[in-house]
T-cell receptor
Framework: KNQVEQSPQSLIILEGKNCTLQ??????????LRWYKQDTGRGPVSLTI?????NTKSNGRYTATLDADTKQSSLHITASQLSDSASYIC?????????????FGTGTRLTVIP | GAGVSQSPRYKVTKRGQDVALRCDPI?????LYWYRQALGQGPEFLTY????????KSGLPNDRFSAERPEGSISTLTIQRTEQRDSAMYRC??????????FGSGTRLTVV
């Protein structure tokens, strides 16, 4: 069964600290994996997209990793800021041609406190 | 509908002209579908995208119809050399994340 699981469900960290969010998936065949940041009341914004051959990709203070063998991805946030408080959602695309080839994680709710 | 706008609302064009219909979803709508609905009939599926990738274009009536979504957001449905039978309401629908299936208000195309 194709699934995407994220952990932790929620996380509270102090401003300036680093954190790592996890996304494990069982989607097959794999096409790509995207991390999104969704601020409360706003639409999700894409942070990174990773394909099978990519191990790591950075976008500012955000670094995503992908291990296609173990089907795990992580999103590392460095030197967190208050504005990083948001939900982080992992979306995996399968190499299928039907309508249901997108699989969404339930997200990690990150709260950065001063 | 909230979350997706279509333009123009109305388009009248002469037979043989090309038209471009636009669908502009808000951020986060991953999947985008194009439908058309002739007067008194149900919606007819044309094509759909996941992000920028066109997943299924089997519903496009012929090669005069094409669609694109180059950056995974705004989509354009283009009809070349329009014919009177192309007259219909063209609607796009979007979905993704925790957003439900949302239809735009449509473009009423009339070919004269």
């Amino acid at each position: 069964k194709n699934q995407v699981e994220q952990s932790p469900q929620s996380l509270i960290i102090l401003e300036g600290k680093n954190c790592t969010l996890q996304c494990n998936y069982t989607v097959s065949p794999f096409s790509n994996l995207r991390w999104y940041k969704q601020d409360t009341g706003r639409g999700p914004v894409s942070l990174t997209i990773m394909t099978f051959s990519e191990n790591t990709k950075s976008n500012g203070r955000y670094t995503a990793t992908l291990d296609a063998d173990t089907k795990q991805s992580s999103l590392h946030i460095t030197a967190s800021q208050l504005s990083d408080s948001a939900s982080y959602i992992c979306v995996v695309t399968a190499l299928l041609t039907g309508a249901n080839n997108l699989f969404f994680g339930t997200g990690t709710r990150l709260t950065v406190i001063p | 509908g909230a979350g997706v706008s279509q333009s123009p609302r109305y388009k009248v064009t002469k037979r043989g002209q090309d038209v471009a219909l636009r669908c502009d979803p808000i951020s986060g709508h991953v999947s985008l579908y194009w439908y058309r609905q002739a007067l008194g009939q149900g919606p007819e599926f044309l094509t759909y995208f996941n992000y920028e990738a066109q997943q299924d274009k089997s519903g496009l009536p012929n090669d005069r119809f094409s669609a694109e979504r180059p950056e995974g957001s705004i989509s354009t449905l283009t009809i070349q050399r329009t014919e009177q039978r192309d007259s219909a309401m063209y609607r796009c629908a979007v979905t993704g994340f925790n957003y439900g299936y949302t239809f735009g208000s449509g473009t009423r195309l009339t070919v004269v």
